[in-house]
C-alpha cells in the first residue's frame, strides 16, 4: 500500500514537472493592437504612420535631401505629438524616390502639422524646383507592429 502511494506521488510530480514548461506559453498576449515602438515599451500604444511621397532627378537628389531634411523633417520632429520620422530613398534609371514617414500619437496631433484635411499633402517652398510632380494627397496607416532592431 505504501508503495502505491509513493508510486502514484512520483508519477503526479513527474506529470507537473513535464506541464510546468507548457504553461508559460499560455501566457502569451495575442493584442491585436500591437503598436511597440522599438521593442521598448511593452504596452499597446496607438500610432499614426503619416507616408508621403516624392520623385526628383538623380542631379537634384543629394540637394533635395538635405533640404528636405533641414525644411521640413527637423520641424515635424519639433511638433508635440511627433514621434519620429524616417526618409527612404531609392534610385531607379533617372529618377530618385523619397519616401517620408512620420509618426504620430493620433490624428489630432497630424493636424496641428497638416491642418484639418490631413490627407492633402504639405509642400515645402523650393519643393517645385526639386520635384517632377506634387502628388496631391498622403497616406495615413495605423501602426500594428514595429520591429524594428537598432545596433
Known amino acids: 500500500m505504501k508503495q502505491k502511494k509513493i508510486f502514484s506521488i512520483l508519477v503526479g510530480l513527474a506529470f507537473f514537472i513535464c506541464i510546468l514548461p507548457l504553461t508559460s506559453f499560455a501566457q502569451v498576449n495575442n493584442s491585436p493592437t500591437i503598436g511597440q515602438t522599438n521593442n521598448t ?26 533640404y528636405l531634411n533641414e525644411a521640413g523633417i527637423k520641424k515635424i520632429l519639433a511638433i508635440p505629438g511627433n514621434l519620429g520620422a524616417q ?13 517620408v514617414i512620420s509618426y504620430w500619437e493620433s490624428r489630432d496631433a497630424i493636424r496641428k502639422f497638416a491642418g484639418n484635411d490631413i490627407e492633402k499633402a504639405r509642400y515645402l517652398p523650393r519643393d517645385k524646383e526639386y520635384l517632377l510632380e506634387l502628388e496631391p494627397n498622403v497616406k495615413h496607416f495605423d501602426v500594428l507592429l514595429d520591429e524594428r532592431k537598432f545596433k
Open 41 to 66: 515599451n511593452l504596452q499597446a500604444k496607438k500610432v499614426i504612420a503619416r507616408i508621403w511621397h516624392g520623385r526628383t532627378l538623380n542631379s537634384k537628389a543629394d540637394e533635395y535631401y538635405t
Open 87 to 99: 526618409v527612404l530613398r531609392r534610385s531607379d534609371g533617372k529618377i530618385t524616390e523619397f519616401t
